[in-house]
Nanobody
Framework: VQLQASGGGLVQTGDSLSLSCVAS????????MAWFRQAPGKERQFVAA????????EYADSVKGRFTISRDNAKNTVVLQMNSLKPEDTAVYYC?????????????????WGQGTLVTVSS
């Protein structure tokens, strides 16, 4: 089971960025998928999740209305579309996978993690 995250970069406030997470070694439909992020000097926190069954989504309050998580099962890929980016969105973003459909906001429920991709938003 491997997750490969990509798409990070340096953008300005208000810009958009799309992160992708490609899953290999398992079908992504068997797992719920999520994005977490870790800012410098802070703990890793939940960003967004999409469940394995019906594609139901969850978002952290800080990103609701700006970020959208989606999945392309044919490509075994989960995408995080980030709009209206703010400097406080600067962090390393990690994708993660879990066979569960509940507790998706809790990182302890995830067994597989990608390597992280850095997003930097300048003011």
């Amino acid at each position: 089971v491997q997750l490969q995250a990509s798409g990070g970069g340096l953008v300005q406030t208000g810009d958009s960025l799309s992160l992708s997470c490609v899953a290999s070694g398992f079908r992504s439909t068997v797992y719920s998928m999520a994005w977490f992020r870790q800012a410098p000097g802070k703990e890793r926190q939940f960003v967004a999740a999409i469940n394995r069954k019906g594609g139901g989504t969850e978002y952290a309050d800080s990103v609701k209305g700006r970020f959208t998580i989606s999945r392309d099962n044919a490509k075994n890929t989960v995408v995080l579309q980030m709009n209206s980016l703010k400097p406080e969105d600067t962090a390393v973003y990690y994708c993660a996978a879990t066979p569960r459909d509940w507790g998706l906001q809790f990182q302890n429920n995830y067994r597989s993690w990608g390597q992280g991709t850095l997003v930097t938003v300048s003011s």
